[in-house]
Each structure stands twice: as structure tokens, then as C-alpha cells.
């Protein structure tokens, strides 16, 4: 709450030091000497490369960065770093990976790393001309969208083809432009967007339109990631678990209410090992999201079966726009060790390894649904967290935690009360 009579209307707030910042923001705010010296202490990144990171930085915010073991993807072990606030999502991970092992755990694929960059056109007066045009013109496009960036070409990458489409808008007919570009181990928005701005004036010759828009688009339908794997009914526990499973996902698809949450519940694990890597989340949620509701109607990302052993079969399927090269990726310390951690080559590998843990999540998530509710290992995680808020420490944090556990009285209150409690036996 800022305090009375302050405004947040503080000019030239992005040229004062980051210690200049944090003043300005003491005073407006009315924090402790307590609180500003917890905001100073940056941990592993470094506040002079936060600062050069984003704007008007003034500390940094860590997250709980996590390890997701007994992962067999393709053959291959990997330790998965997670970063995620959130109690129960790792070890869920990690357990379905463990029950996944028994039938040789994922197997994942992706498609080739191509992003899709997109060039608005108003004011079009012939467009089916305009669209031959484009087309007849196409080699002329690439070659002009590649020498923006001729060391991704060097590196295999680059503009690879170029397609014209109409759209009726509430502004009227407009011609979409659309650039395919490889842009191998990047993300790739840099790239896409600088290609997209330099071909938009031969593209506004080619066409007699005006370009407005010259931007990626995260719905990246040509980057997709997949991953499947088999759960045993002898191990994730009989017949009737994997009959809840697919009662739970057969919900799911039916239902775009209950399908958000079981999205949601992808997005935990494919989120947690973004942010572990410095990747953007947002784009992929924005890009996975959008792709549950291509159909027109929002759907789960993954698909469950039963196969003729009785065995629970599972796949996912999503775009996965991610890097291992360039942005925060290459700057972020604990990012690269991350990278270094989960041994990862290239682009299309760490999107393999994403789409396989989300899969482990979905399942982890359905399983606990199916068999005990979703609540009670989360809350067996959760009760450390409120303890902690009451102000325990120490050995009390885990017995509070297990005595509410135990209660079924899991509150910041029930956590007090037994703080209070347990410190009157002490004195």
C-alpha cells in the first residue's frame, strides 16, 4: 500500500541505480529496513545482470528449484530441474515417471523447430492477386527474410516457405502474410519478428497493401512436441484405478470446465521445467492453451487408453516453443546449470523432454483424483507451508504439519493454535 499522499508517478525511474530504485520504493511503500535488506539479497543472479535483464529492477524473486528424478525418456535417463512455488508437483512427477519405468518409460518425438511469423495487410484491393502474388514471388521472399539473420542460415535454419491467406475481420478483408522460419535452437521470437519486419515493404510491393501487424504468433502448430508411455495396471494399482483414469479423462473431454484444470495440470510440470531453464512461459501457455481449443472447443492435451493387457495408455501432444541458445537462456546462471543438469543438446530434445513431463503430471494428477482425491498428498505438502506462516521452525514445522495432516484440520488457524500449543509444553 503506498503511503498517503505519495504518488507512483516518478519520472525518470528507469535511469536511477537499482539501490537508487529501491529507496524510492522504501519510501513509497512504506517498507521495513527488515524488508529492503531480504530484497537485497539476490542469491545466484547476480543483481547487475537482473539489471540488464528487464526494466526498473529493484531485486530478485526465487523461486524452490526442485529435481524430478526417474525419468526414461527414449532410452535416455534425465534428471529434470523444476522451479515452481507449488507443493506436490515434483514428487507427482517423479512418481509417475518411476511407475512409467516398468514399461520402459517415454517414448517422445517433435517436429522440426518452425515458427510461424505473421505480416498483417490492409487496404488489399485485389486480394487473390495479392495472394498469387506472394506465391509467385516466394523464392524472392525467403532469400530476402534469410539475410536478416545469415547465421541462422549457416547453422541450418532460416526462412523455409512463405503462404498468403484472406481473413474477414470486424475491420474488414484483410491478407495474412505467414513466414515459416527453422530457427533451430532458439525460441525464436527474435528472429521471426526481425525477419517479419524486413520483408513487410516488399511484401506491401508485392500485394498494393499496407502492413500493420509484423509479429510471431505463439500458436505454434509447426513446432509440436509428443510423448506416450504405458502404465501397468499391476503397478499404478489394478483394474479399478485405470477404469477411475479414464472415468476422470472421459470428464475431462466431455467438459471444457473440467478440461481447463486438467490442462492446467500439464501446464504445472511443462511450466516448471521452463522457468527452471529461463524459457517463456507465457508463451507456451499462451501456445498450448490455443491448441487445446482448435477443434472449437476447448480439449484435453492428452488422450488415454486402455490397451488389450488392461494397461493405461497415455499421449500429449503441443506445441513446445523453446530454447537452449539465445535470451535469458544464455544469460540466466542457474539456467545454465539447469541445462547442464538435464544434459539436453538441442531445442527439440528439451521440448521432448517437457511433453513427457507433462504427461507424468497429467497421469500423477488423474491417479490422485481417481484413487484418494487430489487433496491429500497436496495438503500433506501444503500443512509445511502453513506452519511456517504461523511462525514454526525447525523439527515443529514437520510436526505440525503431520499433526494436521493427520486432523484433516489443515489451517493457517489449526497451524497457530498448535504453534501455541506446543511452545506452552516447551516453557
Known amino acids: 500500500m503506498l503511503s498517503v499522499g505519495r504518488t507512483t508517478r516518478i519520472p525518470g525511474f528507469y535511469r536511477l541505480s537499482v539501490e537508487e ?5 522504501k519510501a513509497l511503500a512504506g517498507l521495513s529496513d527488515e524488508e529492503v535488506e531480504l530484497l537485497k539479497l539476490s542469491g545466484p543472479l547476480p543483481i547487475e545482470v537482473a539489471n540488464r535483464m528487464v526494466e526498473n529492477v529493484i531485486a530478485t524473486m526465487p523461486l524452490p528449484l526442485g529435481i524430478a528424478t526417474n525419468f526414461l525418456i527414449n532410452g535416455r535417463d ?3 530441474p523444476m522451479a515452481i512455488e507449488e507443493p506436490s508437483v515434483i514428487a507427482a512427477a517423479s512418481n509417475a515417471a518411476r511407475m512409467a519405468r516398468h514399461q520402459g518409460g ?39 527474410a534469410n539475410e536478416y539473420d545469415p547465421t541462422l542460415v549457416k547453422l541450418g535454419g532460416g526462412a523455409r516457405d512463405v503462404k498468403a491467406r484472406p481473413l474477414n475481420t470486424v475491420r474488414g478483408l484483410m491478407l495474412i502474410v505467414e513466414l515459416y522460419v527453422d530457427v ?31 509479429i510471431l504468433t505463439n500458436l505454434a502448430v509447426q513446432r509440436l512436441a509428443r510423448a506416450e508411455a504405458v502404465f501397468a495396471k499391476d503397478v499404478i494399482g489394478g483394474e479399478e484405478v485405470v477404469e477411475g483414469i479414464m472415468d476422470a479423462y472421459a470428464f475431462a473431454l466431455a467438459d471444457p470446465y ?13 511450466v516448471a521445467v521452463a522457468l527452471a531453464t529461463a524459457n517463456d512461459t507465457r508463451a507456451l501457455e499462451a501456445g498450448a492453451h490455443a491448441y487445446a481449443s482448435r477443434s472449437g472447443r476447448y480439449q484435453p492435451l492428452t488422450s488415454w487408453t486402455v490397451n488389450r493387457d488392461g494397461d493405461l495408455v497415455g499421449s500429449i501432444e503441443l506445441p513446445i516453443a523453446v530454447g537452449v541458445v539465445g535470451g535469458a537462456t544464455s544469460v540466466h546462471p542457474v539456467a545454465k546449470i539447469c541445462r547442464k543438469i538435464l544434459g539436453v543438446k538441442s531445442a527439440c530434445e528439451l521440448a521432448e523432454v517437457m511433453a513427457a513431463v507433462g504427461l507424468a503430471q497429467n497421469f500423477a494428477a ?26 514454526a521452525t525447525g523439527t515443529l514445522i514437520d510436526v505440525i504439519a503431520a499433526r494436521m495432516v493427520t486432523e484433516r ?16 509444553k516447551l516453557n
Do not use: W
Open 21 to 25: 530504485r529501491l529507496k524510492a520504493v
Open 78 to 80: 534425465y534428471l529434470v
Open 106 to 144: 517415454f517414448k517422445a518425438t517433435s517436429t522440426p523447430p518452425i515458427m510461424i511469423g505473421q505480416i498483417q495487410l490492409v487496404n488489399v484491393k485485389d486480394v487473390v492477386n495479392a495472394m498469387e502474388a506472394v506465391a509467385a514471388h516466394r523464392d524472392e521472399v525467403l532469400a530476402k
Open 184 to 214: 533451430r535452437d532458439a525460441m525464436g521470437a527474435n528472429v521471426v519478428n526481425t525477419m517479419c519486419e524486413g520483408v513487410a515493404p516488399l511484401i506491401e510491393e508485392l500485394t498494393g497493401g499496407k502492413a500493420v501487424l509484423r
Open 258 to 270: 473440467r478440461a481447463a484444470t486438467h490442462n492446467k495440470g500439464i501446464m504445472n510440470g511443462v
Open 366 to 391: 488423474l491417479r490422485a483424483l481417481a484413487v484418494e482425491g487430489i487433496q491429500r498428498g497436496h495438503l500433506k505438502l501444503h500443512s509445511r507451508n502453513l506452519a511456517m506462516m504461523a511462525g
Open 409 to 424: 484440520k489443515v489451517s493457517f488457524e489449526r497451524a497457530k493454535e498448535l504453534l501455541e500449543e506446543y511452545r506452552a
